[in-house]
């Protein structure tokens, strides 16, 4: 189901008649053979990834200087629409009133307008976790998490419908990959939980999807996050994770913005990573840690290591005294995350007593280390847990059921 806002785009502009839309450069109207002869509006050849591609939320500060140049206006413009849309939380090209309003009118006209994710629910866990549910504008949904952790408020964000990668330990990985996301769609849930529920201090991209798949939306969603002219979010407090795709974490090491690096390793030999994370077949542990040595002479920086501690398969004094090895010359922190169970997998998570001896081995070999427990996992917001109930959530917004 199309979201409200994208019919109302497409009505809008199939209202118009062909005529009005003749006079567009080619591309700046995606609404084409469209019939409005009856109140029964018929599409027919509409593509809603070009609607999509003219939405101004997903666009950088110079995307929109080109935008408004070519539309014969001067530069300096596009700043106001950008901190209206990033800081100011517009949500209608109406609503950016620096512009003319011969302006606007002509912005909309082109077909261009602002995304909004929807709100379809919001449930709240009794550590103070927040999951958000969001319906986007072709009728996907994703999930969104706030973490609190006193002055520390950090967003998990997802950016990929579905996940292709199939880890086995993780819910997201059981639902079907539908598609990449766009950077105004990664943005606007920084948005919209900003706007609902205070201010974010850190923003992860931990949540559905595999960040570096969809490597240019994630690398554009980070320099519309930085950009001093809107959320003007510092590049420390963003932090992508990857299950390990080696070349995208090469590419990374060389773009301008360097977010922090979080590697699902999980496992410190192959033929347990493998078992786990298939893409280990792809880019084993050798050739991931070069990448990350590479991302680190580029950016100086710590890496996080992110480990799920699954009972019995991957928490026993060998494969700490493994790890040891495996991460020693790397500045590294290692997260130790208690694995969170869900319905599609049998695993059980291998508790804090053997997860605190875990971490004394690596502590004993001078590796940093945190031992992060479970938050938000009675509704399903826990790290491995997105998307497990999402086949349970109503479109109008009906709560999930959780037993
Ligand atoms: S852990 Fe990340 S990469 Fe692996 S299946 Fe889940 S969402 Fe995808």
Do not use: W
Not at 221 to 241: E, F, W, Y
């Amino acid at each position: 189901m199309q979201s409200v806002h994208i019919q109302r785009i497409m009505k809008k502009n199939a209202a118009m008649g062909p005529k009005k839309q003749s006079q567009f450069k080619p591309n700046s109207n995606p609404i084409v053979n469209s019939k409005s002869s009856n109140s029964t509006v018929r599409f027919t050849s509409v593509k809603l990834s070009e609607i999509m591609s003219n939405d101004l939320k997903d666009k950088t500060l110079k995307e929109l200087e080109q935008i408004i140049a070519g539309l014969g206006q001067k530069k300096y413009l596009a700043k106001y629409i950008f901190k209206f849309i990033h800081a100011g939380d517009a949500a209608e090209i109406s609503q950016i009133t620096p512009l003319s309003k011969t302006f606007r009118e002509k912005f909309i006209e082109h077909g261009y307008y602002i995304s909004q994710l929807n709100i379809l629910n919001k449930l709240t866990d009794k550590d103070g976790t927040v999951k958000y549910v969001f319906g986007l504008d072709d009728g996907n949904r994703i999930e969104t998490v706030l973490l609190l952790d006193g002055k520390r408020r950090t967003l998990c964000v997802s950016t990929q419908a579905g996940c292709k990668m199939g880890c086995l330990f993780c819910a997201t990985g059981k639902i079907k990959f539908r598609r990449n996301l766009t950077a105004g769609e990664i943005v606007d849930q920084i948005n919209i939980v900003q706007k609902d529920s205070g201010r974010i201090s850190n923003i992860v991209y931990m949540g559905m999807g595999e960040p570096l798949e969809n490597y240019d939306s994630v690398v554009k969603s980070v320099k519309i996050l930085n950009d001093p002219a809107g959320r003007n979010i510092g590049i420390r407090h963003i932090t992508v994770s990857t299950c390990g795709l080696v070349p995208a974490i090469k590419k990374l090491a060389y773009e301008k913005l360097h977010p922090r690096l979080a590697i699902s390793l999980n496992a410190p030999t192959d033929d347990l990573r493998t078992r786990l994370m298939p893409i280990n077949t792809k880019y084993p542990i050798a050739k991931l840690l070069d990448a990350v040595k590479i991302y680190q002479l580029k950016v100086k920086e710590r890496v996080t290591f992110e480990y799920v501690m699954i009972k019995g398969l991957n928490d026993s004094l060998l494969h700490a005294r493994l790890l040891v090895k495996l991460l020693r010359g790397i500045k590294c922190n290692v997260n130790l995350i208690e694995y969170n169970p869900h319905g599609g997998c049998k695993f059980k998570g291998s508790g804090l007593e053997k997860i605190s001896r875990f971490a004394e081995v690596i502590e004993e070999a001078g590796i940093e280390n945190t031992i992060r427990l479970k938050k938000g996992s009675s509704i399903f917001a826990a790290c491995g847990q997105l998307g497990a109930n999402l086949n349970n959530v109503s479109s109008t917004g009906d709560s999930i059921r959780h037993e």
